[in-house]
């Protein structure tokens, strides 16, 4: 079955504790993003890979890093998390250029105490 | 960088009436327009997109009209079903800019009945 996967689904943290989310996707896409969904600012682009070793930043990338050691995943690393931090993340991956049919992870919601 | 304005932010129509969603985008290279649906608590899913050169496309009981002069679009459902009840992402992007999406601020639609 194509799909997209995070882990962890639910985080509670703390400020200052480094944390990963992993995102995986079976497709073989090479096209793959993260994104923060909050209360009346829609989807925001964080960080978007074009292949593997290839990451340029979104719209939001401030306090994130990610890596694309491998094409099949695409990890969110958070160095040392603040509470504005404290969202829904999503991961998602298309085999198309321009963004079209991008295929979204479950999200996994964060929050940083 | 590309601007994606949405409107309203919140509607209500009765079951059976019809609703229209609106987006405001503001780079004229843009040319990649996708609609996502996200049912609470549910990732979002492409419902319908439409490309630059084309201005109208339809499926079934959901349209999506382009007006590249004025850039806006707008997301049309006929004959709206309280499985229609959800919240509406308008989206733009450039070819080739790799995954570069940006998204509006999302259109929470209630269908009463």
């Known amino acids: 079955e194509a799909q997209v996967t995070q882990n962890p689904r639910y985080l509670i943290t703390v400020t200052g504790k480094k944390l990963t989310v992993t995102c995986s996707q079976n497709?073989?896409?090479?096209?793959m993003s993260w994104y923060r969904q909050d209360p009346g600012l829609g989807l925001r682009q964080i960080y978007y890979?074009?292949?593997?070793?290839?990451?340029d930043k979104g719209d939001v990338p401030e306090g994130y890093k990610v890596s694309r050691k491998e094409k099949r995943n695409f990890p969110l690393i958070l160095e040392s998390p603040s509470p504005n931090q404290t969202s829904l993340y999503f991961c998602?991956?298309?085999?198309?250029?321009?963004?079209?049919?991008?295929?979204f992870g479950p999200g996994t919601r964060l929050l940083v105490l | 960088g590309e601007n994606v304005e949405q409107h309203p932010s919140t509607l209500s129509v009765q079951e059976g009436d019809s609703a229209v969603i609106k987006c405001t985008y503001s780079?004229?290279?843009?040319?990649?327009f996708p609609w996502y649906k996200q049912e609470l608590g549910k990732r979002p899913q492409l419902i319908i997109d439409?490309?630059?050169?084309?201005g109208e496309k339809k499926d079934q009981r959901i349209a999506v009209t382009l007006n590249k002069t004025a850039k806006h679009f707008s997301l049309h459902i006929t004959e709206t079903q309280p499985e229609d009840s959800a919240v509406y992402f308008c989206a733009a992007s450039i070819t080739g800019t790799a995954s570069k999406l940006t998204f509006g601020t999302g259109t929470r639609l209630q269908v009463t009945l």
């Open positions: 439409i490309r630059s050169n084309v």
């Open positions: 890979s074009m292949n593997v070793e290839v990451t």
């Open positions: 998602a991956s298309t085999d198309r250029p321009d963004g079209e049919t991008q295929y």
């Open positions: 780079d004229s290279a843009s040319n990649y």
């Open positions: 497709m073989n896409h090479e096209y």
